[in-house]
Antibody
Framework: EVQLVESGGGLVQPGGSLSLSCAAS????????MHWVRQAPGKGLVWVSR????????SYADFVKGRFTISRDNARNTLYLQMNSLRADDTAVYYC??????WGQGTLVTVSS | QAGLTQPPSVSKGLRQTATLTCTGN????????AGWLQQHQGHPPKVLSY???SRPSGISERLSASRSGNTASLTITGLQPEDEADYYC???????????FGGGTKLTVL
């Protein structure tokens, strides 16, 4: 059974930082491109970032470019998202996913003073 | 980033058939195909169909996906109360080098 388990969400003040993790099991993690997708309360799904299978290439949505960094550790089957300079409009559930096959349960990030 | 276009809402009666559409362009749906996701309130998305229009194991045969040109469709026959949910399409956009989503369609079963 495939499991993607996100952690690291929580409440952070504007301008602060947070680091999300996603532990994968039941898949050959190192074979898969992985993504972070977010969903603000009551809104739709929005792609945030992706990383290729060996971690050598990444891309970001314009609204997080320069603030967020995606990375992975294939030895630990773990995906990461480092989020800096957080803003109120970054408040959302963040999902770890390969989009077309598997999705995690999500972790809630709330940016508020 | 530009997204895919879905109607915001569709309403159909119990046991009727609903067809949800998703329109993109030649860089995404037309070239790479589209996947479909179902999301019930308070739950994560669930994959209903892959980009080649096949279904994951365990997904009802009442659901079928197809594509014509730059438009993908998801047809749900014999609508049941549990089909009431939000439905999203997704595609890889080779021009944007990014995943694009539709805005979602809220399906109401009357």
């Amino acid at each position: 059974e495939v499991q993607l388990v996100e952690s690291g969400g929580g409440l952070v003040q504007p301008g602060g930082s947070l680091s999300l993790s996603c532990a994968a099991s039941g898949i050959i993690f190192s074979d898969n491109w992985m993504h972070w997708v977010r969903q603000a309360p009551g809104k739709g799904l929005v792609w945030v970032s992706r990383i290729n299978a060996d971690g050598s290439a990444t891309s970001y949505a314009d609204f997080v470019k320069g603030r967020f960094t995606i990375s992975r550790d294939n030895a630990r089957n773990t995906l990461y998202l480092q989020m800096n300079s957080l803003r109120a409009d970054d408040t959302a559930v963040y999902y770890c996913t390969n989009v077309f096959d598997w999705w995690g349960q999500g972790t809630l990030v709330t940016v508020s003073s | 980033q530009a997204g895919l276009t879905q109607p915001p809402s569709v309403s159909k009666g119990l046991r009727q058939t609903a067809t949800l559409t998703c329109t993109g362009n030649s860089n995404n749906v037309g070239n790479e195909g589209a996947g479909w996701l179902q999301q019930h309130q308070g739950h994560p998305p669930k994959v209903l169909s892959y980009r080649d229009n096949s279904r994951p194991s365990g997904i009802s045969e009442r659901l079928s996906a197809s594509r014509s040109g730059n438009t993908a469709s998801l047809t749900i026959t014999g609508l049941q109360p549990e089909d009431e949910a939000d439905y999203y399409c997704s595609a890889w956009d080779s021009g944007l080098n990014a995943v694009v989503f539709g805005g979602g369609t809220k399906l109401t079963v009357l």
